[in-house]
């Protein structure tokens, strides 16, 4: 429910001067206009899809919240298009989630949010309770994928999130599981705001998995041993 430009604005800074950096609003969000179709998480990585395809080559692709579920599918569909992928704070069933407090469609919070929301879209200020509605809906009715299908992604995969976050702690322990050689990192005292809570830890973690040696070497291995 936010724009490209909240992620950027914390990880941008930590790579950018080795790797070249590049996002995109998902439409009806950001700057991109909205239409009258619902939100589904695999047309939202159609568009990522695409934009990867546009930019060419292989990627390195953080996903945060709702772009960690959508990163989670283009892993699932292309892995041709990546060289490995982090997951922040992202859930591969709806089930996974914990009650949150209700978004309310009246009241000061939503006007503040509403106002900021048509600050950049193009579908301006009166389309932002259209857009809580679809997002709200898909919350509760996606993803929806087994740890059978997790199981059959090919792609070196980071599983991270806050030791506070939005899913319970063991629907994000069974996603890094499931995923064949995938590493995980619960970042402590941190919520579903892991990457501004933690922003310089989070980004190392991430550079280390970037860069490090796949699949990794350790001393004791217990897991990867098998």
């Known amino acids: 429910m936010s724009s490209s430009g909240s992620l950027l604005k914390n990880l941008a800074p930590h790579f950018d001067k080795k790797y070249r950096v590049a996002a995109f609003d998902r439409r009806g969000h950001g700057r991109?206009?909205?239409?009258?179709?619902?939100?589904?998480?695999?047309?939202m990585a159609d568009e990522t899809i695409a934009f990867l395809e546009h930019l060419g080559g292989k990627h390195y692709l953080v996903g945060h919240s709702d772009g960690g579920n959508v990163a989670l599918i283009v892993a699932m569909r292309r892995p041709d298009l990546l060289k490995r992928v982090v997951l922040v704070g992202a859930n591969y069933h709806y089930n996974g989630l914990r009650p949150m407090p209700m978004f309310h469609l009246e009241g000061e919070q939503f006007e503040e949010w509403a106002t900021k929301y048509g600050e950049l879209s193009p579908s301006g200020k009166e389309h932002a309770r259209e857009v809580i509605t679809k997002t709200l809906h898909m919350f509760d009715t996606e993803p929806a994928f087994s740890v059978q299908e997790l199981a059959k992604i090919s792609v070196p995969m980071l599983v991270m999130a806050g030791d506070d976050d939005l899913m319970e702690l063991n629907h994000t322990t069974s996603m890094y599981e499931a995923v064949p050689g995938a590493q995980l990192a619960i970042v402590p005292g941190t919520s579903h705001a892991v990457l501004k809570e933690k922003t310089k830890l989070s980004s190392k973690l991430i550079r280390n998995f970037f860069e490090d040696q796949y699949p990794p070497v350790t001393y004791q291995p217990s897991r990867r041993a098998q």
């Open 32 to 43: 991109t206009a909205d239409t009258d179709a619902p939100f589904h998480y695999e047309e």
